[in-house]
């Protein structure tokens, strides 16, 4: 059962276990945008082995943690984007739905967080996801390939990985029996 068709910025698109696409699989993709050229999302719970600091090396700066990129998605690969909890901003910072989480992407956020400037949770992502107009709404009521629920500071940030998707389909689950019975 779908509860809301009704995919916003803010949503989480989780993948159905029926999925049979490849890249999506097991996918937990957060909605960042809905716009009249379509939606555009990352994928949150995809971490590889490429490490941030790469990344900041090659804009001459130090990197003192160690952070792991995320798989956002397949198209415009070469963009990176921070995704962190709101009480943080930079100058390029868009909050995302109810604001349970921002996306910022510009050299300052690093400026700022080499200073130990930093957001209490942050992931970093490379890549995106993206759906032409009435292409996500078309998988969700005719390929059900999606559920989809609104995203949560406990999805996004307490667990990571397949326990991330496990998490969101269980959350999914919920949200429709509480609407069923309400």
């Given at each position: 059962m779908i509860i809301d068709r009704g995919v916003t910025s803010g949503t989480l698109l989780v993948a159905s276990p029926t999925m049979t696409s490849d890249y999506?699989?097991?996918?937990?993709?957060?909605?960042s945008e809905k716009t009249d050229r379509g939606h555009v999302g990352y994928v949150v719970n995809k971490k590889?082995?490429?490490?941030?600091?790469?990344?900041?090396?090659?804009?001459g700066l130090e990197w003192p943690w160690q952070d792991?990129?995320?798989?956002?998605?397949?198209?415009?690969?070469?963009?990176?984007?921070?995704?962190?909890?709101?009480?943080?901003?930079?100058?390029n910072t868009m909050r995302v739905g109810s604001?349970?989480?921002?996306?910022?992407?510009?050299k300052l956020m690093f400026e700022k967080m080499i200073q130990f400037d930093?957001?209490?949770?942050?992931?970093?992502?490379?890549?995106q996801s993206v759906w032409l107009p009435g292409q996500l709404e078309r998988e969700?009521?005719?390929n059900k390939s999606w559920l989809t629920?609104?995203?949560?500071?406990?999805?996004?940030?307490d667990v990571?990985?397949?326990?991330?998707?496990?998490?969101?389909?269980?959350?999914?689950?919920?949200?429709?029996?509480?609407?069923?019975?309400?």
């Open positions: 999506f699989s097991r996918s937990v993709v957060l909605i590889t082995i490429a490490e941030v600091n790469s990344a900041v090396q090659n804009h792991f990129m995320f798989e956002g998605g397949p198209v415009n690969r070469s963009a990176m984007i921070m995704l962190h909890s709101p009480e943080w901003a930079s100058s604001a349970v989480c921002s996306i910022s992407s510009d930093v957001p209490i949770h942050r992931m970093f992502l490379f890549g969700i009521k005719h629920t609104p995203a949560t500071s406990a999805i996004l940030w990571e990985g397949e326990d991330q998707w496990t998490a969101a389909i269980d959350l999914c689950a919920t949200n429709a029996m509480n609407h069923y019975f309400a």
